[in-house]
T-cell receptor, first 109, second 115 residues
């Protein structure tokens, strides 16, 4: 079945860039997503990328996709304390979305 | 911006009881989903629903679970004979159409606690 893996924890200093990495197994994935979850809150869609793209930039967010290696990354430039949250990588199959384990980003002031 | 709303935000139920979780998807969306997240674990797909029927479901979605769109706005998840292990955050999501190019928009979730 589909599997999405992420590292569990990342700590960065405020103002630095954060890079959150993700690997997935489903070669038929068409879209890959990044969701943000703050404590006690729902899943907020941050950005997504189509599988025929290799990069997408949206303000402070840059998504890189290496389809050959099935590797996705999310770079957050100038990381702020408000970016502290859990970030989920997810891939879209037929209908369901398969989520990774989530990476907890801690931003140190 | 339109959003998916879920009620209640927290539901506490005795083991063995039935519970109904409610969702109001975004109004022009056609596809509806339920996911759950057991504390500290992954978000897991439960079921997708389109045109008044289930279009895909996971192995988690057994006979204990059912979904319904009772009217033009609500989408419900019913869990019968709740068990302790049903305690989780349940997320509803909707998308305007099928296909990965329309991402699913999630509600804030209902935290279900089974005692």
């Amino acid at each position: 079945g589909e599997d999405v893996e992420q590292s569990l924890f990342l700590s960065v200093r405020e103002g630095d860039s954060s890079v959150i990495n993700c690997t997935y197994t489903d070669s038929s994935s068409t879209y890959l997503y990044w969701y943000k979850q703050e404590p006690g809150a729902g899943l907020q869609l941050l950005t997504y990328i189509f599988s025929n793209m290799d990069m997408k930039q949206d303000q402070r967010l840059t998504v890189l996709l290496n389809k050959k290696d099935k590797h996705l990354s999310l770079r957050i430039a100038d990381t702020q304390t408000g970016d502290s949250a859990i970030y989920f990588c997810a891939e879209r199959g037929y209908q369901k979305v398969t989520f990774g384990t989530g990476t907890k980003l801690q931003v140190i002031p | 911006e339109p959003e998916v709303t879920q009620t209640p935000s927290h539901q506490v139920t005795q083991m063995g009881q039935e519970v109904i979780l409610r969702c109001v998807p975004i109004s022009n969306h056609l596809y509806f989903y339920w996911y759950r997240q057991i504390l500290g674990q992954k978000v897991e797909f439960l079921v997708s629903f389109y045109n008044n029927e289930i279009s895909e479901k996971s192995e988690i979605f057994d006979d204990q679970f059912s979904v319904e769109r009772p009217d033009g706005s609500n989408f419900t998840l019913k869990i019968r004979s709740t068990k302790l292990e049903d305690s989780a955050m349940y997320f509803c999501a909707s998308s305007p159409m099928e296909g990965g190019h329309q991402p699913q928009h999630f509600g804030d979730g209902t935290r279900l606690s089974i005692l």
